[in-house]
């Protein structure tokens, strides 16, 4: 089992090297990060997009195009689909962002033509690793899906628990989040939390644990959850961090990074691929913990679900 | 302006002792943070509640009765009544949270004939002194409003900014946090927090500055403010951080005090006269700090307005 991020890479690195094709390759954040996990062997890099704007920001970063394969398109939209039919050809396992937004790569992934859609909602998972904490936390969503419905839920907490399994939390533990321990009858999110976490109970989400409504302490901390009268498998050691609200998820996520200088990486899972999405705001590490954690979940049969 | 919480302490001194009533007082945990409080000479308490298990408590955990008056009620409804109505009456300064349900005392301080109702929301305002930082954080709401309404959250940021001034913090900063910088036809909390921005820069929440929607990190961090085209007062240097659902402060808050050690401190705001509520998770410092902020509060003309 995973407890570090910095383990990710020794994880990538059992496999083959994975074929990644970056979107609008002519982003120096974007290409440096993947660079550095073509050096580690954990990737091979594909380089959608303008041919001479690459080769620009290659020679400023220093970085040799004779390890990469530069794939010509001309604009954002073009580059986008171009990676992600890469992806769906088999001529790529992974597709990351590059120098385009984040609403233009999401389309071509969910282009029912080339696209990597599956019956699964698409939604981001995040690692989290504290200082002086034993094991990862997991979160999620707090980057894709704004308020998911109860069914989209389901295929979130699916997706995080995949992601869990490929770094060996075999029954990952899932925890609810709410701003209570008990179901308010005027906050709906508690009863939802509930009805989520019985769908579990009753097998309905594949090999987990799940409980909730559970606050964040009880879902950390084993004398809150004792204190607030939480028994079970997962309050006090959860590894799954689920709340209901992209604003809260936000907060959460960011609050780990800002607070407590946590370590993160993260992925959109749900796909055929998982879909590597670094933005500016993350340190160098987090984007190479990024692409190993999209790497190794690609490589891997844990993956299947 | 106060930048740690221990200087919320010096503070409360700086006035008379506050007359604080303690509702169902046959509470260890309440009564010894009071008691601590009676000694540095910033509260006077009357105990409100059975007073023969009154005695037992101060008997078991080394509190002298005598400093106390001890105000007879047969069950909870009647002590949160009787200790509201001492406030309302002016025999009492504060009312605080014993051994009952928030929920009953709730109902007290509402109560039409002797409760503390006002025209505002009631509403939760929490600091925060993390290790490291300069100024103190308010985070609001955590713990009383699930989904306050935009009316609501005027009210609310009104509340926060009074606490605030009282701290010291002239023209408090409020940050509307939500999961994006940009206003998103997906997301109506961002569009809310625009209008209320908006209102702000209209003058209709008092002397305040305020700027919303923005993420966290841009609230909190002007590298990354700056990095998302933020400007303004607010932007990177944020006092009041506030959320739109109870579930997103609440995560806020206790990661805080899981992730990095946060020192809190906590009242409720919008009624007459604070409300000291603290609970069993609390340390006990937090507990101490929440009696000197709510001493402080009500001392002070700064809580009018």
Redesign the interface.
């Known amino acids: 089992m995973i407890k570090q991020l910095d383990q990710l890479l020794d994880l990538a690195k059992t496999g083959q090297p994975q074929r990644i094709a970056l979107a609008a390759a002519a982003d120096d954040d974007a290409l440096s990060a993947l660079d550095r996990a073509v050096g580690l062997g954990i990737a091979e890099g594909i380089l959608v997009g303008d041919p001479s704007e690459i080769g620009k920001i290659a020679q400023k970063i220093g970085i040799d195009l004779k390890k990469y394969t530069v794939c010509p398109a001309e604009n954002d939209s073009r580059a986008a689909l171009e990676a992600v039919g890469l992806v769906s050809s088999g001529k790529a396992d992974l597709v990351m962002k590059g120098r385009l937004s984040t609403s233009i790569l999401l389309k071509a992934v969910l282009d029912k033509r080339v696209g990597l859609r599956t019956e699964h909602t698409l939604s981001h998972v995040a690692i989290a690793e504290?200082k002086g904490t034993e094991r990862l936390l997991f979160i999620t969503d707090?980057?894709m899906n704004?308020?998911p419905t109860l069914a989209q839920r389901a295929s979130i907490i699916r997706n995080a628990a995949t992601i869990a399994r490929c770094l060996g939390i075999e029954k990952p533990r899932v925890a609810l989040?709410?701003?209570s321990d008990k179901i308010?009858e005027?906050?709906l999110?508690t009863s939802e939390a509930a009805v989520l976490s019985k769908e579990g109970e009753r097998g309905q989400l594949g090999e987990i644990f799940i409980d909730g409504p559970m606050?964040?302490?009880s879902a950390?901390?084993p004398e809150?959850a004792s204190?607030?009268g939480l028994k079970g498998e997962v309050a006090g050691q959860a590894d799954v961090l689920m709340?209901?609200?992209?604003?809260?998820?936000?907060?959460?996520y960011?609050?780990?990074?800002?607070?407590?200088g946590?370590l993160v990486a993260g992925i959109l899972a749900g796909a055929k691929a998982p879909v590597i999405l670094t933005s500016?705001?993350d340190s160098d590490e987090s984007k190479l913990y990024s692409i190993a954690l999209g790497a190794a979940v690609a490589s891997k049969s844990c993956a299947k679900r």
Chains 1, 2 share one sequence.
């Open positions: 504290l707090a980057a704004i308020e989040l709410t701003a308010l005027k906050d999110r606050t964040l302490a950390l901390s809150a204190l607030n709340v209901s609200h992209i604003e809260a998820g936000n907060v959460l960011k609050g780990m990074v800002y607070f407590a946590a500016r705001a």
